[in-house]
Each structure stands twice: as C-alpha cells, then as structure tokens.
C-alpha cells in the first residue's frame, strides 16, 4: 500500500467555481506584476546608484495600473454610472489618463535604455536599462490582462 494514497489536501475554494476565466487573468496579471518589479529590485541590488531616478518609471507604471483597472468596462459604456462629477465622461477621461501614463511611461524607460545604456560610450552595462525596460513593459501587459482578459458578467 502506498503511503501517499491516505493524504489528502483541502481544496481551494476561490479556485472551485465554474468561471476560471476571471481566476486565471488575475494569477496571470499578478505574476506580471511581481515580474516586474522584481527585474527592478534585481537590477537595483545587483548594481546599486545605477538607476538613480528612474525607479519613476515604474511607480508611474503602478498608478496607471491601478487607474486603469478603477474603472469598470460599464462604467465606461455609461451603462451602470450616472452620478458623480462627470458622469460617465469622467469614467472614460480618468481610464484615458492611466494609459497616458501606462504609454509615457514605457516610452520613457525605453527612452533611458537606448540613451543611457545602449549608446553610452565606455560603458557596456546595459542590465540596468533593460530591467527597467522590462518592469514597464511587464507592468503595463498586467495591467492590459487585468482589464480586458476578465468578464464583468459574474459581478452582476
């Protein structure tokens, strides 16, 4: 008899329901995430002082994620949201600044890598500019996952 045959694991019960659509996006979208910022905690432990003040970049990155993911798909249609301010204008205004600020901010990591690490002369280490290359891109297609790859049907 195998001694693993009487074992047994409890379930996961946010992972037990019908839909894993909303599940799967969200484990994808974070993993994204994390991956970025770890490129960046990588980049800045290995070669400290390196990056000085473009650790910006990623923080931007962050707001925009969190700008854009705030606002709900019917909130933007103007289907569920009247009230407030500006109604669902406001909606569409504040999910067009965040992928203002998602796009500034990878085109301003892209901008540091190619300036000050492609085509420095003297120096040949360009791991720094890569990663926070890397943390942009990988922030801003987590926050793209976490926005269009889930359904807002089970939220009722």
Same mark, same amino acid.
């Given at each position: 008899m195998?001694?693993? +045959? %009487? #074992?047994?694991?409890?379930?996961?019960?946010?992972?037990?329901?019908?839909?894993? +659509? %909303? #599940?799967?996006?969200?484990i994808f979208a974070g993993l994204l995430f994390f991956s970025g910022w770890w490129f960046m905690i990588d980049a800045e432990v290995?070669?400290?002082?390196?990056?000085?003040?473009?650790?910006?970049?990623?923080?931007m990155a962050t707001l925009s994620l969190i700008m854009i993911n705030s606002v709900s798909n019917a909130q933007v249609r103007g289907e569920t949201y009247t009230g407030g301010c500006m109604g669902p204008r406001g909606a569409r205004l504040w999910l067009f600044f965040g992928f203002v600020i998602g796009f500034g901010s990878l085109i301003a990591s892209c901008w540091i890598l190619f300036a000050n690490y492609v085509n420095a002369k003297g120096d040949s280490e360009t791991w720094p500019g890569v990663c926070l290359f890397l943390q942009n891109a990988l922030i801003f297609a987590g926050s793209l996952i976490f926005k269009f790859a889930r359904t807002e049907d089970l939220w009722g």
């Open positions: 195998n001694c693993c +045959q %009487n #074992i047994t694991m409890p379930s996961c019960v946010w992972f037990e329901s019908g839909e894993k +659509q %909303n #599940i799967i996006a969200s290995t070669r400290p002082n390196h990056l000085k003040a473009a650790h910006v970049c990623g923080v």
